[in-house]
């Protein structure tokens, strides 16, 4: 039992150009999605190939960057997105080098949480960097983390500013099997923190951004034109694939994994 309630972010007819056409006619909406008695935030998927503007988007939506045409709005009174309404997790993540981990984790924080104490906001710190396997490291400075450990700290920091969405691009990429799968599960522990928590997912891993998500959409080229474009919408929750942590062990899950490699 779930609901597709009202539209919390809205892309409409985004066009980008530079040399050529990257992306064209983008159009996609996000529902908030409920369930009841229980707390269901949103985990989107935007999917494609490498180069075929993925990194455009993600900048496009974070409002970073102006597209050519077209809108992006969010809310329920959907408003143009303005940059740094949206949290986001970069491909290559800026972390403050000259500052400790746990430093960079209550820069995070100073916005999201202004009441509570230093010593609750220690205690939130430790209890995520817990389960994000950061502990040990909370001392350190970049420099000194492995390139999977610099990126669960990029995405437990924007996860600590306390977004409602939060915008990742290829989050997968550089984490290993098993961390994988605990990034996974965190992922879907953020979106249920509250009813419009939203995750949105940029990647080429078909398979791990398939496993959380309740939408998919595909982007992709289409024969004859020019620029990509969404191709297909994967409603996840219809097909009764979301909400479920073993969905990968799932045979009819695997068949739509290995055909999705062909439709884009
Ligand atoms: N500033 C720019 N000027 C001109 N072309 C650009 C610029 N930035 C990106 N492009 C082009 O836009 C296309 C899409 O790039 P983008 O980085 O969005 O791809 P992507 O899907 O994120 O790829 P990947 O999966 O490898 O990260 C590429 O062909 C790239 O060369
Ligand atoms: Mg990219």
């Known amino acids: 039992m779930y609901k597709k309630e009202e539209i919390i972010l809205q892309v409409k007819g985004v066009n980008l150009t530079y040399d050529r056409p990257i992306l064209r006619d983008i159009n996609f909406d996000i529902h908030n999605v409920t369930r009841p008695g229980m707390v269901t935030g949103q ?5 494609g190939r490498s180069g075929i503007g993925k990194t455009q ?3 496009i ?5 102006t597209p050519n045409s077209g809108t992006v709005c969010i809310d329920a009174d959907l408003h143009p997105v303005v940059a740094g309404q949206i949290g986001v997790v970069p491909q290559n993540y800026i972390l403050f080098n000259h500052r400790t981990i746990l430093d960079n984790f209550k820069i995070g924080l100073r916005g999201a949480v202004e009441k509570s104490t230093e010593k609750q906001k220690e205690e939130l710190i430790h209890d995520y960097a817990e389960r994000f396997e950061l502990k040990e490291h909370l001392h350190k400075y970049p420099a000194q983390l492995s390139g999977g450990q610099r990126q669960r700290v990029s995405i437990l920091q924007q996860i600590l500013t306390g977004h409602k969405f939060i915008l990742m691009d290829e989050p997968f990429s550089g984490l290993d099997p098993v961390i994988k799968d605990k990034v996974l599960e965190l992922m879907v522990s953020v979106a249920s923190l509250s009813e419009l928590s939203t995750i949105i997912i940029i990647s080429h891993d078909i398979e791990s951004a398939l496993a959380i998500s309740d939408t998919a959409f595909i982007l ?3 024969k004859g034109k020019e620029g990509s474009t969404i191709t297909e919408t994967i ?3 219809s097909m009764g694939f979301s ?3 073993d969905i990968k062990q799932n ?3 695997q068949e739509l ?3 999705m490699k062909f439709r884009m």
């Not at 939506?61 to 960057?65: N, P, R």
């Open 43 to 47: 985990i989107v998927s935007l999917i």
């Open 257 to 259: 994994v290995s055909q």
């Open 220 to 222: 992709a080229n289409q």
């Open 57 to 59: 988007l993600f900048r």
């Open 61 to 65: 939506l974070s409002g970073l960057l």
């Open 235 to 237: 409603d996840l929750m």
């Open 243 to 245: 909400w479920n942590p």
């Open 251 to 253: 045979k009819n899950f």
